[in-house]
């Protein structure tokens, strides 16, 4: 009876595991069956089982029938799949052959696990045909076309475009260095302060002058020489004539061509400024302790008459309160 019992249960198992083998299904596919010589295609391994059973993928090495080369593989993939207790893993390899020919992929063999018993399954066998390239001998031999051209892109000239530029850059500057030299200017020099009003700096000067007492000192010469120096000095600032690289008859007669810069009064007053000193400094002149006063009173009224006065802001002047808010005065 035992013995019965006994042969009842292994033949129970036997049905389970056929059940679970029969459930699990492996195949095999390429992309395309014909290529040329050097192509690549794609050969999936693919296995369709039960979601609690464990299998294992057959290794495929690097050559398949000696003549087809295996490049490279991807890694054990999960496919979606309608029903919970079915699953597909798939795996790909990319493969090539370099002779024509038909080549025979054999099957490959799944291993599994049902109930603590292993199995197998194999896939289907392949067969990659690969072809050559017709070629026309009617026509004899031809001449290989040359490789085409790729196009140019940004990267592969930006090398030679920053290259240009710094080029450029040195040589500019080279010259701007060269030409600073020449002027005998530093090459790089830092911004310059605001310039101060022509009549703010011909003053200061005239105060100096009048502060060293230079005619005092028997130093008349000198003292008629810087006077009109910064008289000089004022009218390069405020009017642009040149007039320290002028002689005063040069000066004079710039006044004179333009007349609207200055009228009359100051027009004589500077010409007679300008030719006092010349007799001093040319002619050797020594005009009367008065008359060196004079020269340099002169010269602060014709700076300060004819200075550019700057505009200043008009000042907004409160308007006058309502008549409600002003406060009536009683006079007594």
Not at 26 to 37: E, M, R
Not at 127 to 134: E, G, H, P, Q, W
Not at 299 to 325: L, R
Request: negative net charge; glycine residues 4%; contains cysteine.
């Amino acid at each position: 009876m035992i013995q019965h019992i006994l042969i009842i249960l292994f033949i129970s198992a036997g049905i389970v595991q056929s059940t679970e083998a029969q459930r699990i299904k492996a195949s095999a596919s390429l992309d395309s069956t014909n290529i040329l010589i050097g192509d690549q295609v794609t050969l999936y391994l693919k296995v369709d089982k039960p979601v609690d059973v464990n299998v294992n993928f057959p290794k495929v090495g690097k050559t398949i029938s000696d003549k087809i080369e295996v490049l490279g593989n991807s890694e054990v993939d999960t496919i979606p799949s309608d029903n919970e207790k079915i699953e597909t893993l798939l795996q790909a390899y990319i493969i090539t052959c370099f002779d024509s020919g038909s080549y025979y992929i054999p099957n490959y063999w799944f291993g599994f696990d049902v109930n603590g018993l292993t199995d197998s399954t194999p896939t289907n066998s392949l067969t990659l045909n690969v072809r050559t390239l017709a070629i026309d001998t009617t026509k004899g031999p031809t001449d290989i076309k040359m490789p085409y051209d790729a196009p140019v892109t940004l990267k592969e000239v930006m090398p030679y475009i920053l290259g240009i530029i710094l080029i450029g850059a040195i040589l500019f500057f080279i010259l701007y260095s060269i030409k600073r030299k020449k002027q005998n200017k530093p090459i790089f020099s830092l911004p310059q302060k605001p310039k101060e009003p022509a009549h703010v700096i011909a003053l200061r000067e005239l105060d100096r002058i009048k502060a060293e007492k230079l005619w005092q000192k028997d130093k008349i010469k000198q003292y008629y020489s810087e006077v009109t120096d910064a008289v000089r000095t004022y009218i390069e600032n405020r009017f642009e004539i040149g007039a320290m690289e002028q002689t005063s008859e040069e000066t004079i007669s710039a006044f004179r061509y333009r007349r609207d810069l200055l009228n009359d009064k100051h027009f004589e007053n500077l010409k007679q400024m300008l030719t006092i000193a010349d007799m001093v400094k040319f002619a050797k002149f020594i005009p009367l302790p008065d008359e060196h006063n004079k020269v340099l009173f002169d010269s602060y009224f014709f700076v300060n008459e004819t200075k550019k006065e700057v505009e200043k802001p008009v000042e907004k002047k409160d308007k006058p309160e309502e008549n409600g808010n002003v406060e009536e005065v009683v006079l007594k």
